[in-house]
């Protein structure tokens, strides 16, 4: 096996892509997602893939931090109308389930926010409030400087720890703590 090749070795790549993504997000994306979240009556979120599957992991430690959050397509999920945000993930840009999904919560009055690698893709334009996080993913894993991580994972494993650091950043804000967060936590496992 070429010392390339080990896992060590590859993560090593792995951690250093994932590095520079964070060397070049915003302050000032992360503090008005935090924003938008943390002024929401309720929150609703929606990706698709590996990116929804984020997106669940962010909506499940929103639900930790007492905010009424919800997954878009669990039958639980309220109407959304004004003082709801509902973000959405589209790290290629956009698709055209996100646009239908926007332009819904948009005629009802409700906020939105796009979490994109694209700052300039239809999601992005169409969004309140845009969470770039410059990451390779299927739209760019074509030509030019490439992760090691294939197709879209450098921008689902960002936002994985992206969206772990904005809780913590609203867990200060919003007065909460590891222990009442925990005290949310199922007990039904």
Do not use: C, W, Y
Request: charged content about 20%.
């Amino acid at each position: 096996m070429a010392d390339t090749d080990k896992i060590k070795n590859m993560g090593a790549r792995a951690l250093a892509d994932l590095s520079v993504v964070l060397d070049n997000l915003q302050d000032v994306d992360i503090e008005g997602f935090i924003t938008a979240i943390g002024s929401a009556k309720r929150v609703a979120l929606h990706g698709l893939g590996r990116e929804g599957l984020q997106m669940r992991g962010l909506a499940m430690r929103l639900f930790h931090l007492g905010i009424d959050a919800h997954v878009v397509g669990d039958m639980t999920v309220p109407p959304l109308g004004a003082g709801d945000l509902l973000i959405v993930s589209a790290g290629p840009g956009d698709f055209t389930t996100i646009e239908a999904l926007m332009n819904i919560a948009r005629k009802a009055g409700t906020k939105t926010a796009a979490v994109t690698a694209q700052a300039a893709g239809g999601a992005a334009r169409r969004a309140d409030v845009v969470l770039h996080i410059p990451a390779q993913t299927m739209a760019n894993d074509q030509a030019g400087k490439l992760s090691i991580l294939p197709m879209g994972s450098l921008f689902e494993v960002a936002m994985m720890l992206v969206f772990e650091l904005v809780v913590l950043k609203l867990r200060d804000r919003l007065g909460e703590t590891p222990e009442t967060m925990r005290a949310r936590h199922t007990n039904l496992e």
